[in-house]
């Protein structure tokens, strides 16, 4: 599928069949490629289709990077065709496996709030906020999802703000754009859905400014359909690699110093405002197939940028910084916090 092409006009099922045949070329990508299948699939409203993926993926004998994530996927997707009490079930499971990455619990609280379980959404949206987001002085962009619909939700439920909320309505504010400074409080009002039915042209256009703010965001969001990535050797690929082809080694005169230099990378774009950043690691038979594949020599120095944004647009890409507590993206497995991100504590 292009990415131009409007949403409208994709054969949703056509693009499932094409992901899964892509899957099967590169198995080392089929977690992220069958996601994004099983997506297209709910989409064209063959949930029990999309249910028969997730239950492929979870029934692998690979091990899955995101089985959290698989797990609330296929949750959402069983409550939607009338399979509440399994889909509640995995809910529990996953909450109580407490996991490091934001996207599952915002997954599982979005579907207790639009099956109104207003409650238990806020409940699960506060769980995996204080989690993740605890003595963390500045919120990884992958966790505003979770800031922001706890929001929405306290906000249906009508009760009084409190400092996550506060740090919700920053983080928008930061964000928001100067043609549209839309208040995270007005955007989440529960009395917005009455105005829709008004006679009133100023209410009217009131919620058409609004619409359109949250249009701008969710168009900013597609926009970033992976990190900035920045590309990652473990030591024993890198020493490979070089012996290879020595024209890298200019680029890389040591491990240690390639760890370093990433590091470094990602907090000075983090400093600049760059958003949504992230590594991925590399191998070098998949660099050296990359490579054949763009008729170029694996030592082409300008090869190595294009290579990395492959691999995250293929959903290889892990977010930086990690979560607290969670391991370092170096591979050392020590914490972040007491390795590469021991200058940051």
Not at 310 to 327: D, E, I, K, M, Y
Request: charged residues 25%; proline residues 7%.
């Amino acid at each position: 599928m292009r990415p131009d092409t409007p949403a409208e006009n994709v054969d949703h099922s056509a693009e499932a069949a094409r992901l899964e045949r892509t899957a099967a070329r590169y198995p080392e990508d089929a977690e992220a490629l069958l996601l994004q299948a099983a997506a297209h699939l709910e989409l064209a409203g063959d949930r029990p289709a999309a249910t028969a993926l997730y239950d492929r993926l979870l029934s692998s004998a690979d091990a899955l990077e995101t089985p959290h994530l698989v797990r609330a996927l296929k949750a959402s997707n069983l409550w939607e065709y009338g399979h509440e009490a399994e889909a509640r079930a995995i809910i529990d499971g996953v909450r109580t496996a407490s996991p490091r990455d934001p996207a599952p619990w915002v997954i599982v609280a979005e579907s207790l709030e639009s099956h109104d379980e207003l409650e238990a959404a806020q409940e699960t949206f506060t769980e995996g906020v204080t989690l993740l987001l605890t003595d963390v002085p500045e919120p990884p962009y992958s966790t505003h999802p979770l800031l922001y619909g706890r929001h929405r939700v306290r906000r249906m439920l009508g009760v009084s703000h409190d400092e996550w909320d506060t740090l919700a309505d920053t983080l928008h504010s930061a964000h928001a754009s100067s043609s549209s400074p839309v208040s995270l409080d007005e955007l989440h009002d529960p009395k917005r859905v009455w105005s829709l039915g008004s006679d009133n042209p100023a209410e009217l256009e009131a919620e058409i400014s609004r619409l359109r703010a949250e249009l701008g965001a969710f168009r900013e969001a597609l926009s970033r359909p992976f990190p900035v990535a920045v590309l990652h050797w473990p030591e024993g690929e890198l020493t490979e690699l070089v012996g290879a082809y020595e024209s890298l080694a200019v680029e890389y005169p040591s491990h240690e110093e390639h760890l370093a230099t990433i590091e470094g990378s990602l907090r000075e774009l983090a400093a600049s405002g760059t958003p949504n950043l992230g590594i991925v690691t590399g191998t070098v038979p998949s660099y050296e197939a990359f490579a054949a594949s763009e008729g170029a020599s694996p030592g082409d120095v300008d090869l190595l940028p294009q290579y990395a944004t492959t691999l995250a647009a293929r959903g290889r890409a892990v977010v930086w910084p990690p979560q607290r507590g969670a391991s370092c993206w170096c591979g050392s497995g020590r914490a972040y916090g007491e390795c590469h991100g021991v200058a940051q504590a």
